[in-house]
């Protein structure tokens, strides 16, 4: 055996896959499920898009920076007890949010959201790591970066039924009530997968070599910036789509959601194509390949939009776009943790931390920039655009996927 997870049954495997993708799945549905709400929670708080959109930035920000947290903590103490802490943390901030009276607390309690919600992904990422490597980390981790991707897809359309039978405020409700039963979930059915004994090996001690380790990797730097600049994208195409869609395009919340629910299959399609063409490829190559499609499709939402394309000539390039993310994160997610074993929790944390940091300072750029004329496909994409770029770059400049090495078996 040249990994622990190489001994555990198929089932146990399979139940790993559940929960743990469960847990990964709580950080975007604490973002992304109140999404349909924005224009509600504009006309409650009498309030403009831009601020709504700080929200969501303050959810962001928290995840990030719980992440930072969380992961150094579990390459310490070992994976359980932050886990636990942090998501009876989620637990209490989403009852808090649905009783918030005022915009300002309800972004107080976001940030503290988004803070709880950290831990799932980290640790679920960090666990795989010291269980797996190799081509069945690849496996593995493209299940958890399926469920990162699609996640913040689904959250919207599920958020748009429950505004059906709910008033938003309903919807921090559900949000509690999955993060109890993730708490309850992993007090019983997930173990210390660190023992003390890989707490202290030489050269991964304290959190200062932890850190230096892997920002002193070139490789792991460049897929931090292409992991980043994904997400942004993404986001920015989240955050600005309620008003796109609803406002632009006439939408009602069910269609929205329904929109929502087709572009996740191109995130399934890229995730589960991308696994198998990096167990063979290299994952790096995939990204040469994802990188470019992400900046041609959005793109060519800017010159369809500039055309007079109408809906068609946004939804069809996006769907193209969402597939691309689906091949760019679980690429991004193996190349930044195979190099990382002493301190996946750590080269997990930074990730994520970037990942949905940069996004919740990048997505707000769409409203911004929509000031006073609305939000439109030409000002989404353009953001799109320039974080796509900017993930090429680094993937030619940075890590430059001649000098990575191909996967061990």
Not at 222 to 240: K, Q, R, W
């Amino acid at each position: 055996m040249l990994h622990p997870g190489d001994a555990i049954s198929t089932g146990r495997r399979v139940l790993y896959i559940i929960l743990l993708g469960a847990l990964t799945a709580l950080g975007p549905f604490t973002i992304d499920l109140y999404l349909p709400a924005f224009p509600v929670l504009e006309a409650d708080f009498h309030t403009t898009a831009a601020a709504i959109q700080l929200t969501l930035t303050g959810t962001m920000i928290g995840f990030a920076l719980g992440q930072l947290i969380v992961g150094p903590l579990s390459d310490k103490v070992g994976r359980r007890i932050p886990l636990l802490v942090v998501t009876a943390l989620h637990v209490l901030a989403s009852t808090a949010a649905a009783f918030a009276p005022t915009l300002e607390l309800l972004s107080v309690t976001r940030v503290l959201m988004g803070a709880g919600a950290a831990a799932g992904g980290v640790v679920a990422a960090a666990v795989v790591r010291d269980l797996f490597g190799g081509r069945r980390l690849v496996v593995m981790l493209s299940r958890l970066a399926l469920v990162s991707g699609v996640a913040p897809v689904l959250a919207p359309l599920l958020g748009s039924a429950l505004l059906l039978v709910m008033p938003w405020r309903g919807i921090f409700i559900v949000l509690a009530a999955y993060g109890a039963v993730m708490l309850v979930s992993a007090i019983i059915f997930i173990p210390e997968t660190l023992p003390p004994a890989r707490r202290h090996d030489r050269g991964a001690t304290t959190v200062w070599q932890r850190y230096r380790s892997v920002f002193s990797d070139r490789v792991f730097l460049g897929v931090l910036v292409i992991g980043g600049m994904t997400f942004s994208g993404l986001f920015s195409y989240l955050s600005a789509s309620p008003f796109l869609f609803q406002d632009g395009y006439g939408f009602d919340p069910q269609q929205y959601g329904v929109l929502f629910a087709v572009n996740s299959l191109g995130v399934v399609l890229g995730v589960q194509t991308a696994a198998r063409l990096a167990a063979r490829f290299g994952p790096q190559w995939v990204l040469a390949v994802s990188t470019a499609v992400l900046a041609a499709s959005a793109i060519a939402i800017v010159a369809a939009d500039q055309l007079g394309g109408g809906l068609w000539g946004t939804v069809i390039p996006l769907f193209v776009f969402m597939t691309a993310c689906g091949f760019t994160f679980p690429c991004v997610q193996v190349l930044a943790l195979d190099r990382h074993g002493k301190a996946a929790g750590t080269a997990a944390s930074v990730l994520g931390a970037i990942n949905f940091g940069v996004a919740g300072l990048v997505s707000p750029v769409v409203g911004w920039i929509a000031q006073g004329a609305g939000i439109t496909a030409t000002t989404m994409a353009s953001v799109m655009v320039g974080c796509a770029v900017i993930g090429i770059l680094a993937l030619w400049l940075v890590v430059r996927p001649r000098s990575v090495e191909m996967l061990s078996p």
